[in-house]
Each structure stands twice: as C-alpha cells, then as structure tokens.
C-alpha cells in the first residue's frame, strides 16, 4: 500500500499572503498618515507660537505709537509715532522694519473700526515662517504669519483736586492770613522744588487726603495741615497737557461780539443780557447786571473776560482765553480773567463738550496772565463747578467769600484774605490715558 502524500494547493495558500500584503499597504498608509498629522501638530504649534509673537510686537508697538500721539496729530508727533512703533516692534520679535507696517491713522482698507480716527495708530507686523511636513505635503515653504492691533487715546476723569504746575517757584503754593483750601479726602499737588514751595502764613489751612509736594512747606502764625504730607514727592505730569486748544478758524464770531479780527473791541455789559457762544474779538467786561451765558464755547480773541460786579449764569459753559492773531495788540492782546461776583456757572459735561468736559476756562498756553475769582453767592447754593485750567499764569483768591466745587491745574496759586476754597464735587476733566482698542 502506498503512503499517502498530502499535497498543499497553491489556490489555498492565496488568502493568506493577500493578507500579508494588505496589512503592509494599511501599515504604510497608517505610519504615512500619523506622520502626516504629526507634522501638521507640530507646524500648526508653530505658527501659533509665531502668531503670539507677531501679536506681542503688535500690541507693544501700537501702544508705543499711541503715547508719542497724545502730543498731537500734526506731522512731527506722526513721525515719532512711527519711529516708536518700529522700534518696539523689532524689539518684540518683528524680524525687520519690512515686516511692519504702520498705519496713522488705520487705513479705510485695513477694516478697522477706527480707520481715519485722529490720533489713532495701527501696527501690523509680519513674521515669515519656514515649515517643514507642509512644504512636503502641501508645497509650503514659508507662510507669512500675520498679526495687528490698534491703539488710541482714551479719557479718563481727572482725580486731583489741585496742581500747582510750577517746576521751581518759591511761593508756588501761598496761603495768607485766615484763608482755608479743604478738598475734602482729594489730593493736592504742588511740583515746584523750592524748600518754600507751599507758603503758609497766619492762621491758614489746609484740609486734604494727601499732600504732595516736590519741595519743602514753610508754615508760620498757626497754619495747620490737616492731610497726609508727602514732601519730596515726584512731580505731577499736567494730566491736560495734550489738551487741543481751540481753533479760532473752526468758530465762528458771536453775534454778540462788539468787534472784529481787524478791529477789535470789547463787549461792556451794565444791566440785563444774555451772551451767545462764539469768538469775542476784544473780549468782555460785565460791571452789573444778571448775565446768562447759553451753553456753548467762548472764545476771548484779546481782552480778556472780566467781572466787576452783578450776576453770571451758566451751563455747559467753556470759556478759552487767548489773543486776537490778527491784532494781538490793545484790545486783542491778553487779558486776565477776573470773576467777581454772584457765580452760577458750569463747566459742560461730556454729552455737551467731549473734549472740553469739566473745563470752565482755558488760558491760552502761551498767556501768563491770571484768574482771579471773588464769589458772593451763599457757601453750597451755586452751581459753581469745573476746572480753572492756566498753565502758565496763576490762580487768586481774595476777598472773604467761599468758592465752592472750583478745582484748578494751574503755575500758580495765591490765596489771601479770608478766602475760602472749598472743593465738593468739582465736574472732573476728562484726561488722555492710551489703551489698545482694537
């Protein structure tokens, strides 16, 4: 009997090597795929790591651009801004200056909601990628990763009470005789560096939260401070120093003015009148009478705005002291503001001015003249309320009368008499921070 010999068909054997070989072709797709992904992981945490990178240069940069725009708009203060922007964008990670861009303000192309907004600045700023499994898998060698931010001036209330501005005058600060400053729990500010920056002779006071003061305080006949002193304080910045001064081409003149830019004369007022916004070419003098001012700006072109006498009312009132440019001579030269009187005005508010908000009178800059105020209306009654702004001249105070919710950012400040200032809720000015807004 012959021994059986088993055979293997080789139709039998078929199904199981095409098994072999899909498990290889699924194994390769598989490896191919998940070094696909991972290579995507890993360019995609790339360019969110440049993306961050680009966003910090942005953002640092805008802001930079920002500060340097709150001197103003015009092209020396555009330049800085570029400059600046630059500057801190290469130092946050921008690879050159080609890489940003600066826009002031946001070009209409660029879809910021602020674009052609004054004072506004926005910086975009490009860093060029290499990639790695994109160039193999999607033929991408550098994608450009792209970020930007805008920035711009944002206001906010003024929370000093009193600045005296002066960075050295003795006296800068000069309370004599009974006279009394009481801001409540506010803050006085008084930068000038003389050992007698804050004079204080008689029986005078001041009530306050704090006191600060970069020079010394000379107190003398029982004056007393009742606040926390801090003598060799760092000097203030005048919070409305990038405050635009009016342009008297954007005005028109009063109706009530008595002249002309080229013939300049004062508006003298004796009995009963109301007193419309506008320029007044030669300013004007009240000797009596009720006066109501309407809401609106004031623009003294030489003059001066003085009181003699009689009652000022007001709401919404801003009032900006300077000269006549076309005749700055005579009538059209400078003049103080002199307030003497029964007093119910106001500063406007921000729904009526938002610019000029908490502003009662601006003196020009560049005028050294003062601003002298004598109220006789009953302490607490009269809506007396804003913010006396002269940097270069000074506040007076005389007389015996009370001079409620005035505050002042001023060089200057003498009170004398039996003078009594006293600052309740003085409607703040809005002053200019930056922030990014976009």
């Known amino acids: 009997m012959r021994p059986q010999t088993q055979t293997t068909n080789p139709l039998m ?25 991972v290579g995507l992981i890993a360019d995609g945490g790339m360019l969110a790591v440049n993306r961050r990178h680009a966003q910090r240069a942005a953002d640092a940069a805008a802001l930079a651009g920002a500060w340097e725009l709150r001197a103003g708009s015009g ?19 921008a690879p050159s200056t080609n890489c940003v861009l600066v826009e002031i303000p946001p ?18 700023v490009t860093r060029p990628m290499d990639t790695t499994f ?9 994608v450009n990763v792209r970020a930007s931010a805008t920035a711009g001036p944002r206001s906010i209330p003024y929370q000093g009470k009193i600045l005296v501005l002066s960075p050295n005058a003795s006296n800068a600060l000069d309370i004599r005789g009974n006279a009394s400053i009481d ?15 804050i004079n204080m002779v008689g ?21 007393t401070i009742n606040a926390t002193v801090v003598p060799g304080a760092p000097a203030e910045i005048d919070p409305l120093a990038t405050l635009p001064a009016p342009v008297l081409s954007s005005y028109s003149v009063s109706p009530d003015s008595a002249g002309t830019a080229n013939n300049p004369q004062t508006k003298q007022v004796s009995g009963p009148a109301t007193l419309r916004p506008g320029i007044y070419y030669g300013g004007v003098k009240i000797s009596g009478g009720t006066v109501t001012m309407q809401p609106g700006t004031y623009i003294m072109a030489g003059g001066g705005f003085n ?27 400078y003049g103080n503001v002199t307030l003497n009187g029964t007093l119910n005005i106001q500063a406007p508010d921000a729904a009526h001015d938002s610019t000029y908000k908490g502003v009662l009178v601006f003196n020009d800059r560049a005028s050294t003249t003062s601003f002298s105020i004598s109220n006789t209306a009953s302490p607490g009654v009269t809506p007396f309320a804003g913010y006396v702004y002269n940097p270069g001249g000074s506040l007076e105070l005389t007389g015996g009368d009370t001079i409620d919710s005035i505050g002042a950012i001023v060089k200057t400040i003498r009170l004398v008499g039996n003078s009594r200032w006293r600052i309740n809720a003085a409607r703040s000015p809005g002053t200019f921070t930056v922030a990014l807004i976009e």
């Open 183 to 197: 801001v409540g729990g506010g803050d006085i500010y008084v930068n000038s560096t003389s050992g007698q920056a």
């Open 134 to 142: 994109m160039r193999l898998l999607l033929q991408l060698s550098v």
């Open 307 to 333: 009181m003699s006498d009689g009652t000022l009312n007001g709401t919404d009132v801003f009032i900006y002291n300077t000269q006549n440019p076309t005749k700055p001579t005579k009538e059209g030269a």
């Open 75 to 93: 092209a020396t203060q555009e330049a800085n801004a570029r400059a600046a922007a630059i500057n801190l964008a290469l130092l946050n990670g």
């Open 13 to 37: 054997r078929a199904p199981r090597q095409r098994r072999s070989g899909q498990v290889l072709v699924v194994t390769a797709v598989c490896i191919i795929g998940l070094l696909a992904i």
């Open 203 to 223: 029986g005078s006071s001041i009530t306050a939260g704090t006191v600060k003061v970069v020079g010394g305080i000379s107190q003398a006949g029982g004056s």
């Open 107 to 124: 070009a209409a192309s660029s879809g910021s909601r602020y674009a052609g907004t004054n004072r506004c600045i926005r910086v975009e």
